[in-house]
């Protein structure tokens, strides 16, 4: 369930992999490696949150493919 603050939603980490399609783990690869900078939020147990701009992202990278070397949106 989205948190809603000032009027716009925010998603935890379980949310996100679930909307984008991903595991925790490659969502933690993606943050650690810079795929994805960290998220600009957390909520008052220092947990993620993600925007619906940042959700787009992901979800545009998970369905990335290539071909010889050329990336194809």
């Given at each position: ?6 009027g ?6 379980a949310?996100v ?16 490696e ?6 600009k ?9 993600f925007?619906d ?18 990336e194809?949106y």
């Amino acid at each position: 369930m989205p948190v809603t603050l000032s009027g716009r939603k925010y998603y935890r980490t379980a949310e996100v992999c679930r909307m984008v399609g991903i595991s925790r783990t490659t969502l933690f690869r993606w943050l650690t490696e810079g795929t994805f900078s960290e998220p600009k939020y957390r909520d008052r147990r220092g947990w993620r949150l993600f925007t619906d701009e940042e959700i787009n992202r992901m979800k545009k990278e998970a369905n990335r493919i290539s071909r010889d070397g050329m990336e194809i949106y």
